[in-house]
Each structure stands twice: as structure tokens, then as C-alpha cells.
Nanobody, 121 residues
Framework: QVQLVESGGGLVQAGGSLRLSCAAS????????MTWYRQAPGKQRALVAT???????SYADDVKGRFTISRDNAKNTMYLQMNNLKPEDTAVYYC???????????????WGKGTLVTVSS
């Protein structure tokens, strides 16, 4: 059984910062790519940023220069540092990870339940 738990969401004023965390637990052999997604009210879920196990990163165009994704492989945890937040960043943020569990050879996609980020103007 594998769980992904997000934390760090909340209410912040425009221009402020938040740091999200995503902690993976369970019978984990290895965690491959980890990704943050977000879903704003009335919109489809969208990719925010991805980080590989080796640390290579990529970002959606609308968060480049403001958000930074990172991970601590020893802690099975991923982070998203969000600076200069805008009202349009308001969304539920979800953690996704490609995880290989013990005694298995292939990774499976797991999702967290999400954490709400609200940016007021």
C-alpha cells in the first residue's frame, strides 16, 4: 500500500509565497518521476511541474520563474516552492508519482488527495 499526502496549502495574498510538500509512504522500492498538478475551479487538471529521480525539472509556462520543484529522495518527499503568487494560481494542487513498490518491476502512477491553495487579490 502506497500513500501520497500533500500539505502546505492555505490562503495567501497576491505576491506572497507558499511551500507545498508531498510525502510518499508505504512499501516503496523506488520513486521515479514526481509531478505537481493543479485544478482550478471549473477547469481541467493541469501539469505544473515535474522532477525526475535525478533532479531534472520542467515547468508549465505560466509558473516558470515563480515556482521551484525539488525533492528529497532520502525522505521520499517532493516540494513546490511557490513565490509571487497570483489569484490565477488558486487551485487544488495534487501530487503524482511513478512508484515501484517492493517485489514489483514496473512503476505505477499514484495520486494524493490534494491541498487547496487560495490566492486573494
Amino acid at each position: 500500500q502506497v500513500q501520497l499526502v500533500e500539505s502546505g496549502g492555505g490562503l495567501v495574498q497576491a505576491g506572497g509565497s507558499l511551500r507545498l510538500s508531498c510525502a510518499a509512504s508505504g512499501s516503496i522500492s523506488s520513486i521515479n518521476a514526481m509531478t505537481w498538478y493543479r485544478q482550478a475551479p471549473g477547469k481541467q487538471r493541469a501539469l505544473v511541474a515535474t522532477i525526475t529521480r535525478s533532479g531534472s525539472t520542467s515547468y508549465a509556462d505560466d509558473v516558470k520563474g515563480r515556482f521551484t520543484i525539488s525533492r528529497d529522495n532520502a525522505k521520499n518527499t517532493m516540494y513546490l516552492q511557490m513565490n509571487n503568487l497570483k489569484p490565477e494560481d488558486t487551485a487544488v494542487y495534487y501530487c503524482n508519482a511513478d512508484i515501484t513498490v517492493l517485489l514489483q518491476l514496473q512503476g505505477i502512477d499514484y495520486w494524493g488527495k490534494g491541498t487547496l491553495v487560495t490566492v486573494s487579490s
